[in-house]
């Protein structure tokens, strides 16, 4: 069993910058899992932001290439999403997720833990 619990979302003008967190706490250190991180905004799927693996190795969407880093800090067991250059397209809720194994497709019904959530919303 894995706990995760998300901290770091708000509101923000557009160009500007959020440092998502998310703690993970119980069985296993996020060392051991597929950490992602997935948004939802009203009216929308669930899609996939980013994610990286037991290897460090990381993935993103297009839409958020270039602009957000996902990192891992094993030590202290806990996921991160820096989300530079934010655009309003970018607000939703936004959900750290694990599922063990690799991350393969990592669509958002393959992933066993997810956290409560925190809110993310850009203004122009």
């Known amino acids: 069993q894995v706990q995760l619990v998300e901290s770091g979302g708000g509101s923000v003008q557009a160009g500007g910058s959020l440092r998502l967190s998310c703690a993970a706490s119980?069985?296993?250190?996020?060392?051991?899992?597929?950490m992602a991180w997935f948004r939802q905004a009203p009216g929308k799927e669930r899609e996939g932001v980013a994610n990286i693996d037991r290897y460090s190795i990381t993935t993103y969407a297009d839409s958020v290439t270039g602009r957000f880093i996902i990192s891992k800090d094993i030590a202290k067991n806990t996921l991160s999403l820096q989300m530079n250059s934010l655009k309003p397209e970018d607000t939703a809720m936004y959900y750290c997720?694990?599922?063990?194994?690799?991350?393969?497709?990592?669509?958002?019904?393959?992933?066993?833990?997810w956290g409560q959530g925190t809110q993310v919303t850009v203004s122009s």
């Open positions: 119980g069985d296993s250190n996020v060392n051991y899992y597929c």
């Open positions: 997720a694990a599922k063990w194994g690799v991350c393969g497709a990592w669509r958002p019904d393959e992933f066993n833990y």
